[in-house]
């Protein structure tokens, strides 16, 4: 089992660029979650899904969209992309609301 | 809405000796989940230790134990025999039961083990 995995790790981004950060689990997992994490602070919650097609908004939806087509994949899509979405995002799993499994993180930079 | 508190920033032990993190959240449910997570430099949150709130006997793994006390609303981590791999920040979270629910972290603390 891979468990989480997401790319890309790192990317440098101009503002008003878009991208999608793609996160996989192989866990069977329904749940999925997006969170971001800014320096020196703990994680807040931007969207999450509780199975395939189903997602909901989180805490810090404001600039982000996700899909979730299949119960492996859970994109995030930055669109027009502002200095205030600097931080590393991450990816999670669990099996219903239970312990969640993070990927590894992406860090991005806009300038 | 659920809190979680981590009120020290950070804290230092010396290499083999024994640290504990404190940690307490508001709540009015009785059955939650209650975690402590591990993000070391390299980023990655690692699970350390989970307890069910429903469950009187603290969690243990290795040399990670809770002391969970729920009329106080408490969560504490103890490391035992602290090893230089130890040094991270550590994040107390807390998650209901149940659809839609959202685990809550608290602001974390760091760690650092002294040689």
């Known amino acids: 089992n891979a468990g989480v995995t997401q790319t890309p790790k790192f990317r440098i981004l101009k503002i008003g660029q878009s991208m999608t950060l793609q996160c996989t689990q192989d866990?069977?997992?329904?749940?999925m979650y997006w969170y971001r994490q800014d320096p020196g602070m703990g994680l807040k919650l931007i969207y999450y899904?509780?199975?395939?097609?189903?997602?909901d908004k989180g805490e810090v939806p404001n600039g982000y969209n996700v899909s979730r087509s299949t119960t492996e994949d859970f994109p995030l899509r930055l669109e027009l992309a502002a200095p205030s979405q600097t931080s590393v995002y991450f990816c999670?799993?669990?099996?219903?609301?239970?312990?969640?499994?993070f990927g590894p993180g992406t860090r991005l930079l806009v300038l | 809405a659920q809190t979680v508190t981590q009120s020290q920033p950070e804290m230092s032990v010396q290499e083999a000796e024994t640290v504990t993190l404190s940690c307490t959240y508001d709540?009015?449910?009785?059955?939650?989940?209650l975690f402590w997570y591990k993000q070391p430099p390299s980023r990655q949150m690692i699970l350390v230790i989970r307890?069910?709130?429903?469950?009187?006997q603290n969690a243990t793994e290795n040399r990670f134990s809770v002391n969970f006390q729920k009329a106080a609303k408490s969560f504490s981590l103890k490391i035992s025999d602290s090893q230089l791999g130890d040094t991270a920040m550590y994040f107390c979270?807390?998650?209901?039961?149940?659809?839609?629910?959202?685990?809550?972290f608290g602001k974390g603390i760091t760690l650092s083990v002294r040689p």
């Open positions: 999670a799993s669990s099996y219903l609301t239970q312990t969640q499994y």
């Open positions: 307890q069910e709130a429903y469950k009187q």
């Open positions: 899904s509780v199975g395939a097609g189903i997602t």
């Open positions: 979270a807390f998650i209901l039961p149940g659809a839609n629910s959202k685990l809550t």
């Open positions: 866990m069977n997992h329904n749940y």
């Open positions: 709540t009015s449910e009785s059955n939650y989940y």
